[in-house]
């Protein structure tokens, strides 16, 4: 008996690119390199691919249909006839007793190719996650992708977004690479347990962030340890195991004794995202660049070997006493990009908090450059705007040459480059005399073992 599944090629397309960042090019068992198509009896037609990790499921609507079907074809040979048909005609997949092959419009006439398939057996258990889905609102989607851009690729606790649920009163999305960090609250999550969803390409893949609203379905434990996580958007269902790991205790990083609150205005924004990455020493090591915040205006300093160039500016307005602290210039760069406009700092070997109403990026102090000298001035007394950040549990201040101390060990790395603070001092080209130059690169060394700069992150362990 013949059966013909009519696939319009312009879901087809969708489908094969949210489907092809679950299905590797290259697997251990060609089965995994496969799409399973169904044909439900209900009339919709739902399109899957595994790794065994993740399973990325597309349902359609509902057509009426006599029964159910299932075929299971490689991604990459329906795909290259997908690839050479327009978006408004529809192809055929034509499934036999012993064969199935597709059928396909080239100009003004059909043309079939065989098509290889595989047994239903051969196809990997799905997992079923139980129990009623959790709403996870309209904010949700953009915070996590934000979060994403944040976590680390390497440390199994940091390895994407938590959704921290520890706290009754107030829900988090956090993530960390130990350099820099983001939450956002304003949440209200009915889960039990604070659930860590691990980078995956599918979640980044712009389809599935355009597919409505999202839903989370956490299944428990099996004795053997495994458990996984259900996504669910319009059309789109994404399971994917989760991983063993424990939520930081992250919020013992962010400063609760702010000394300075900054807001920087939209012509302050778009002048610092002009003239960050054409400062001095944008390609060096940690990108460091020097803020000094005073009653005299806003400087931003950046050096390279032994030259540095100062910038002020204008629209920048500072409540509390002058202060002056140094970053990576990429990350305050990110947090400007986000819209955090609010900067709160406590001293120049604190982190420093970019906020807005709900959401922190906070970023990992380096040493000041030596070549940036702070304005001189008396402490004002501090005046918190209405926007500024809101207090939370915080690390211990740390002095120079100390870790910070937190129930939860969190550390804070060392990296020690050269002299300016910023990243390696290139040598000095000089025309003088060699023995000039010797005498100039033997105090470059006795600078860098006085002290390089030192970066400080909020790593966890």
Request: some cysteine.
């Amino acid at each position: 008996m013949t059966e013909t599944l009519q696939l319009p090629v312009l879901a087809l397309k969708e489908v094969l690119a949210g489907l092809s960042k679950v299905i590797s090019k290259r697997t251990t068992l060609p089965v995994l390199g496969c799409v399973r198509i169904n044909r439900l009896a209900t009339g919709q037609l739902s399109f899957e691919g595994t790794d065994f990790d993740a399973v990325a499921i597309y349902t359609t609507d509902a057509t009426p249909t006599d029964k159910d079907l299932t075929v299971i074809v490689p991604l990459e040979e329906l795909a290259s006839v997908v690839k050479g048909c327009a978006k408004s005609v529809s192809i055929q997949l034509i499934i036999e007793k012993k064969e199935a092959r597709l059928r396909y419009p080239v100009g003004g006439t059909w043309l079939e190719k065989p098509i290889t398939t595989f047994k239903e057996d051969e196809w990997p258990v799905i997992p079923k996650i139980d129990g009623e889905p959790v709403a996870l609102g309209p904010d949700f989607r953009s915070d996590f992708l934000t979060a994403l851009d944040c976590a680390s690729n390497h440390k199994p606790d940091l390895t994407g977004g938590w959704m921290d649920v520890s706290d009754p009163k107030a829900h988090y999305v956090v993530a960390s690479d130990g350099r820099h960090m983001f939450s956002a609250n304003s949440f209200k999550f009915d889960l039990k347990e604070s659930v860590l969803l691990p980078q995956h390409k599918f979640l980044r893949w712009s389809g599935f962030h355009e597919d409505g609203e999202w839903s989370i379905r956490v299944g428990p434990r099996s004795k053997e340890g495994t458990a996984y996580t259900q996504l669910q958007s319009a059309y789109w269902t994404f399971i994917l195991k989760r991983p063993d790991a424990r939520l930081p205790h992250w919020k013992q990083v962010v400063p609760n004794e702010i000394k300075t609150h900054v807001t920087f205005n939209e012509d302050a924004v778009a002048f610092l995202l002009d003239v960050l990455p054409k400062l001095p020493g944008a390609s060096q090591v940690n990108a460091g660049v020097t803020f000094d915040l005073s009653s005299m205006g806003t400087t931003v300093v950046g050096s390279e070997g032994s030259h540095s160039s100062r910038v002020q500016v204008d629209g920048v307005l500072i409540n509390g006493n002058a202060n002056t602290f140094a970053a990576d210039r990429t990350l305050i760069i990110k947090a400007l990009k986000l819209g955090l406009k609010n900067l709160g700092v406590v001293d120049g070997l604190s982190p420093i908090v970019f906020s807005d109403a709900r959401r922190k990026l906070i970023i990992a102090p380096l040493r000041a450059d030596p070549m940036a000298k702070p304005s001189a001035m008396a402490p004002a007394p501090v005046e918190p705007s209405a926007e500024s950040t809101s207090p939370e549990p915080s690390t211990e201040n740390p002095q120079q040459g100390e870790t910070v101390k937190t129930t939860n060990r969190l550390t804070q790395a060392t990296t020690t480059n050269e002299s300016n603070g910023t990243g390696e001092t290139e040598q000095q080209q000089d025309k003088g005399s060699a023995l000039k130059q010797a005498v100039q690169k033997v105090d470059q060394i006795k600078e860098s073992v006085k002290g390089g700069p030192i970066v400080r992150r909020a790593a966890f362990e």
